[in-house]
């Protein structure tokens, strides 16, 4: 009997010991796909997103019943700009672990950046207080509700944390949330802080500038890099940021002297290619600008914030047919965005696709009726139908009780009657638009156009005269400057400028 009281207790022991073995195994194994998940996390952060895409998507198909990759993979898909399929994902990862918070704060910011606004703030609300693990996840929550616009939970949400990640992790949010709701004390105390750290925490300077950035405060933003950025700095994002500031305020030299030590070190960055064409743009070379900026998209063609910008520079550039195509791909992302919409309409605008331009323009300010620039677009959509003219008064006197201050609406409002002979109309919107902007190169030459017409030759030739310095190239405007010197007499400023109207309408050849 005690021989086999021995056998059982040995056979215990070795039970035991394989019970041991195989606890130790499957722990190694999560582990490690632990520490291949933080890993992956990591590069994510970091911006590697093409180049950490192979290995999370051979992870989630090697682990299909792991949350955890699923919710990566759903913010992988988030920083892309793929909206739809980080939504999928999320709620694929909730379905396998229904309180796995990193899926329902990547979740909520897909619903806000495809304008899902209740449904964001349904998600991030589904948390609750005894979810939370750590401090690192309650600053993520945090951070989240100041991106949706709930800047009240965010502030309560990170007052919980320790003093020590309040007044440093957490600097850019709080920054971000005091901007938001006008506490102008309590920002500048954390401008104070962030100078503070500036150099021993380059990290937190950079993100708190990135705020500044966002909320326009450009000579801020120059202060507080120019603590980080010394002469042998080589921290590439610190000087793109400090490069677009630069460029805000209209200093072109300086800036472009951080572009070229950025691309000393980095010389294929989306960023620097963004910011060159930028630069370009802000100088008024609109061709150069939209070359660099296919180049940036080229490394980033996902990139809402540059294909919106692309839009823009094309039609700037005279060539609606491709602000049209880019425009048609913004909303391809997401069908919803508002501002999506506008650009379509806007380019289709250009492009003389007149109905398309009114159904888009009409849709877009059903969401933002209050909107000034689509209101003008759609009434020069109207104003461009010869059977619309009414509906094109009437969308363009809307757009003036939106905004008084609104000159283009005037404008535009005074071509409506002016291409109908109605001149004591034209004229009162004509010099109600050059009252509010006295620069207004094609009100001037309208104006004077029409004082000319009535009669009024004194009232008309500062006015013409102003309008050809403001636009030296505006062929119309020596068409009717050279008219009104011959009506007064002056013949020889007449004959000079109905020559210099005749070589700015001769077609430029190809090479010249």
Same mark, same amino acid.
């Given at each position: 009997?005690?021989?086999?009281?021995?056998?059982?207790?040995?056979g215990a022991?070795?039970?035991?010991?394989?019970?041991c073995?195989?606890?130790?195994?499957?722990?190694q194994?999560?582990?490690?796909?632990?520490?291949?998940?933080?890993?992956?996390?990591?590069?994510?952060?970091?911006g590697?997103?093409?180049?950490?895409?192979?290995?999370?998507?051979?992870?989630?198909?090697?682990?299909?019943?792991?949350?955890?990759?699923?919710?990566?993979?759903?913010?992988?898909?988030?920083?892309?700009?793929?909206?739809?399929?980080?939504?999928?994902?999320?709620?694929?990862a909730?379905?396998l672990e229904?309180? @796995?918070?990193?899926?329902?704060?990547?979740?909520?910011?897909?619903?806000?950046?495809?304008?899902?606004?209740?449904?964001?703030?349904d998600?991030?609300?589904?948390?609750?207080?005894?979810?939370?693990?750590d401090?690192?996840?309650?600053l993520?929550?945090?951070?989240?509700?100041?991106?949706?616009g709930?800047?009240?939970?965010a502030l309560k949400?990170?007052?919980?944390?320790?003093?020590r990640?309040?007044?440093?992790?957490?600097?850019?949010m709080?920054?971000?949330?005091?901007?938001?709701?006008?506490?102008?004390n309590?920002?500048?105390?954390?401008i104070?802080?962030?100078?503070?750290?500036?150099?021993?925490?380059?990290?937190?300077?950079?993100?708190?500038?990135?705020?500044?950035?966002?909320?326009?405060?450009?000579?801020?933003?120059?202060?507080?890099?120019r603590?980080?950025?010394v002469?042998?700095?080589?921290?590439?994002?610190?000087?793109?940021?400090?490069a677009?500031?630069?460029?805000?305020?209209?200093?072109?030299?300086?800036?472009?002297?951080?572009?070229?030590?950025?691309?000393k070190?980095?010389?294929?960055s989306?960023?620097?290619?963004?910011?060159?064409?930028?630069?370009?743009?802000?100088?008024?070379?609109?061709?150069?600008?939209?070359?660099?900026?296919?180049?940036?998209?080229?490394?980033?063609?996902?990139?809402?914030?540059?294909?919106?910008?692309?839009?823009?520079?094309?039609?700037?550039?005279?060539?609606p047919?491709?602000?049209?195509?880019?425009?048609?791909?913004?909303?391809?992302?997401?069908?919803?965005?508002?501002?999506?919409?506008? @650009?379509?309409?806007?380019a289709?605008?250009?492009?003389?696709?007149?109905?398309?331009?009114?159904?888009?323009?009409?849709?877009?300010?059903?969401?933002?009726?209050?909107?000034?620039?689509?209101?003008?677009?759609?009434?020069?959509?109207?104003?461009?139908?010869?059977?619309?003219?009414?509906?094109?008064?009437?969308?363009?006197?809307?757009?003036?009780?939106?905004?008084?201050?609104?000159?283009?609406?005037?404008?535009?409002?005074?071509?409506?009657?002016?291409?109908?002979?109605?001149?004591?109309?034209?004229?009162?919107?004509?010099?109600?638009?050059?009252?509010?902007f006295p620069?207004?190169?094609?009100?001037?030459?309208?104006?004077?156009a029409?004082?000319?017409?009535?009669?009024a030759?004194?009232?008309?030739?500062?006015?013409l005269?102003?309008?050809?310095?403001l636009?030296?190239?505006?062929?119309?405007?020596?068409?009717q400057?050279?008219?009104?010197?011959?009506?007064?007499?002056?013949?020889?400023?007449?004959?000079k400028?109905?020559?210099?109207?005749?070589?700015?309408?001769?077609?430029?050849?190809?090479?010249?």
């Open positions: 009997m005690q021989k086999f009281q021995i056998k059982l207790i040995h022991e070795t039970w035991l010991i394989i019970f073995f195989v606890f130790a195994v499957s722990g194994k999560i582990s490690s796909d632990k520490i291949a998940l933080e890993g992956l996390e990591r590069r994510i952060e970091d590697k997103l093409a180049e950490v895409e192979k290995d999370l998507f051979d992870f989630v198909i090697a682990h299909p019943k792991d949350a955890n990759g699923f919710a990566l993979m759903a913010r992988l898909r988030l920083k892309q700009n793929r909206l739809n399929e980080s939504k999928s994902l999320s709620n694929k909730l379905s229904p309180t @796995l918070i990193r899926a329902k704060l990547s979740l909520s910011l897909a619903h806000f950046q495809l304008n899902e606004i209740q449904e964001s703030r998600v991030l609300s589904s948390i609750s207080e005894n979810e939370i693990p401090n690192s996840t309650r993520n929550i945090a951070e989240a509700f100041a991106v949706i709930d800047c009240q939970r949400t990170v007052e919980a944390l320790p003093l990640i309040r007044d440093r992790e957490a600097l850019p709080r920054a971000g949330c005091f901007l938001k709701l006008n506490d102008t309590n920002f500048n105390q954390l104070s802080i962030t100078k503070s750290l500036a150099k021993q925490n380059p990290r937190i300077a950079i993100r708190f500038a990135k705020i500044l950035s966002k909320g326009a405060l450009h000579k801020e933003v120059v202060e507080l890099l603590l980080v950025v002469p042998s700095s080589k921290n590439v994002e610190a000087l793109l940021l400090l677009k500031s630069e460029i805000r305020l209209k200093n072109f030299q300086i800036a472009k002297s951080y572009l070229a030590r950025a691309e070190i980095q010389p294929t989306s960023e620097l290619f963004f910011l060159k064409s930028f630069l370009e743009s802000e100088q008024g070379n609109s061709v150069r600008s939209l070359e660099l900026l296919e180049k940036s998209l080229e490394l980033d063609p996902r990139n809402t914030e540059k294909l919106m910008q692309l839009v823009v520079s094309a039609m700037r550039a005279n060539q047919d491709k602000a049209v195509r880019v425009a048609e791909i913004l909303t391809n992302l997401e069908p919803q965005n508002p501002e999506f919409l506008y @650009l379509l309409g806007a289709s605008l250009q492009n003389n696709n007149l109905e398309k331009a009114e159904s888009l323009l009409t849709k877009y300010l059903e969401s933002r009726p209050t909107d000034s620039r689509g209101c003008l677009a759609l009434g020069v959509t109207f104003a461009g139908q010869a059977d619309k003219l009414a509906d094109a008064r009437q969308q363009l006197q809307h757009c003036l009780a939106i905004d008084p201050g609104n000159y283009e609406a005037a404008y535009q409002l005074g071509l409506t009657y002016k291409t109908q002979g109605e001149s004591e109309k034209a004229i009162e919107y004509f010099e109600r638009t050059v009252k509010l620069n207004h190169a094609s009100g001037l030459r309208d104006l004077g029409m004082y000319m017409q009535t009669g030759e004194e009232k008309a030739r500062p006015l005269e102003q309008a050809v310095l636009n030296p190239n505006d062929a119309d405007a020596h068409f400057l050279s008219r009104l010197y011959n009506i007064i007499g002056e013949h020889e400023l007449g004959k400028h109905l020559q210099i109207f005749q070589k700015l309408k001769t077609p430029k050849k190809d090479g010249m």
